[in-house]
């Protein structure tokens, strides 16, 4: 590693007036700005984090945990932040605050330990830990090929795939170790250096600092990722603010394969949805205009889902039911806990879904039903597409009815 002399930087805020003026900068434990807001925004952007600048596989990351427990007894320890990537690359991300000596000694050997432990686990414990974190964030359960499809990264059928490339970076514990805190000091990174060139076990370990400045708008997040480079790659990304730009200063990287897929129009959707299972694109059309049409109701698009969903108080909304397409697939589903889980987060009573999820039994396709509807509240819950068609009229008097009910309330 060829090290840099740490030099002291300043940012500055050039308004449409071009008057300039140096923006301050916040130090961890200031206010609100500590360890627990870091894990929080690393977790909702994980874009933020600058594994690509350490290679292309570590990118995209899906975030699947956070205080993700790990071993037992003296050598149990939580994981702040637990990504996975498309390509089956798992990062463990730790952040810490360099206030102390103790911090700098221990950080790395912590990070470390993390990475020994999660070498026993396999995909089927990630799962549930991704699970977890998706039940307690979204109200509803998710596996890691469920979220890497509801964000278009993967399809359904990619899970087999997915699942082995887990195991085997498991198994060889070919990790990314990333240590991100406020301010890496020296000696911290000639121990990493030292580590990636003399360790037997298969992961990397790199480093990056934060840097936050104070904004009327929010914040600007400038991460610095210390690498085996005499450069230091910079990103500029502004959280709840109008600094919207990614800058990098550095020598573009090469793109993942792994990349998201384009996003559809109503009609593209509708098209490769009657593709892959077969269905007639006007029958299903009509069906989708309908649905639209309903008061109450909204359609949203992802590059592999049209979700139908249902509209609370202050604009929010959840998914009812949704049209998925995967690889050669066409799919209607819905998660009845999800639906029972918004309603009540939002002061609505849950058995006001009984009725439309009552009706929704009878078109399911009991087939493809790992548990009779609904005994996993959580679960996904196949429709046959066909009876839905074959019954669209009322599929749309139950959405109507549903609508009504929570409206009243």
Request: aromatic share 10%; hydrophobic share 40%.
């Amino acid at each position: 590693m060829i090290y840099t002399e740490r030099m002291s930087r300043s940012a500055i805020h050039v308004d449409p007036n071009g008057q300039a003026s140096v923006m301050k900068r916040i130090p961890f434990m200031t206010g609100s700005f500590n360890e627990a807001w870091l894990q929080e925004i690393l977790a909702d952007n994980p874009f933020i984090i600058p594994s690509y600048e350490v290679g292309s596989e570590y990118a995209p990351l899906v975030c699947i945990g956070r205080e993700v427990p790990v071993g037992s007894g003296e050598t149990k320890g939580y994981i702040d932040n637990l990504y996975i990537t498309p390509s089956g690359q798992i990062v463990i991300v730790e952040t810490k605050l360099f206030r102390n000596q103790e911090s700098r000694r221990t950080v790395v050997a912590q990070i470390i330990d993390y990475a020994k432990e999660l070498q026993k686990w396999d995909c089927e414990m990630l799962n549930k830990v991704a699970e977890e974190y998706t039940f307690k964030s979204e109200g509803q359960s998710k596996r890691i090929i469920d979220i890497m499809a509801s964000k278009g990264c993967l399809t359904f059928a990619d899970e087999a795939r997915l699942t082995d490339r887990i195991n085997d970076s498991l198994k060889r514990a070919s990790f990314l170790l990333m240590i991100i805190g406020d301010g890496i000091r020296s000696s911290v990174q000639q121990l990493a250096d030292f580590l990636n060139e003399n360790t037997s076990m298969a992961f990397n370990l790199a480093l990056a600092e934060m840097e936050i400045y104070q904004t009327e708008n929010g914040v600007i997040v400038i991460p610095n990722l210390l690498a085996k480079t005499s450069v230091i790659e910079r990103n500029i990304v502004s959280i709840h603010g109008s600094y919207v730009d990614e800058e990098t200063e550095s020598e573009s990287v090469s793109p993942s394969k792994y990349i998201r897929k384009p996003m559809l129009t109503r009609r593209e959707f509708i098209s490769k949805f009657c593709e892959n299972g077969g269905y007639d694109a006007d029958e299903v059309g009509e069906f989708i205009a309908d649905l639209d049409a309903i008061g109450g109701i909204n359609i949203s698009l992802s590059p592999t889902e049209l979700a139908v969903k249902f509209v609370l108080g202050e604009g929010k909304t959840c998914s009812l039911v949704i049209f998925g397409i995967a690889s050669d697939q066409a799919d209607i589903w819905l998660v009845p806990g999800r639906i029972k889980a918004s309603l009540e987060k939002n002061g609505v009573f849950p058995f006001d879904a009984d009725d439309f999820l009552d009706f929704y039994k009878e078109v399911v396709d009991d087939s493809r039903c790992k548990t009779p509807p609904y005994d996993n509240v959580a679960g996904f819950y196949y429709a046959d597409v066909n009876e839905v068609l074959h019954r669209k009229q009322d599929f749309i008097r139950a959405v109507e009815q549903f609508i009504t009910a929570i409206q009243k309330n």
